[in-house]
């Protein structure tokens, strides 16, 4: 558990939605890792965003992550209507040799281990 202070949050599937339909996404391998270049539409921020997996129910604790380097799940904080269900970004790869990417709003299970992007007030 790490704790970010009170200036840190989860972005809400709102705010992750933006960022989708407001932003240029190129896949790419930066220094090993496979994941996105991000680049806004409207200014010239940019982020990237690795594809790191992730663990799949409460049962895997201590397994490791799943689909590292061709999947990256990020929560949200918001709920879907189903509570056990949240809000999430996902993105994917096809491969090392393609880089198609894939990039879409869904949802996946709370009890699932997904990546955690926080943003600043």
């Known amino acids: 558990f790490m704790s970010w202070g009170a200036e840190w949050r989860i972005p809400t599937a709102e705010q992750m939605q933006e960022l989708v339909d407001n932003c240029h996404w190129t896949p790419v391998s930066k220094n090993g890792t ?3 270049l991000v680049y806004s539409k409207v200014n010239s921020n940019s982020i990237f ?3 790191a997996g992730y ?3 409460h049962q895997s604790k201590g397994t490791e992550r799943r689909y590292c380097s061709r999947i990256g799940i990020y929560w949200t904080s918001s709920l879907s209507d189903d509570a056990s269900m949240s809000h999430v970004l996902s993105i994917s790869i096809g491969g090392d040799e393609d880089l198609t990417g894939i990039v879409s709003m869904g949802y996946n299970v709370r009890t699932d281990g997904c990546v955690v992007r926080p943003v600043c007030k």
Do not use: C
């Open 55 to 57: 663990k799949t129910g």
């Open 34 to 36: 496979n994941g996105f």
């Open 49 to 51: 965003l690795p594809l």
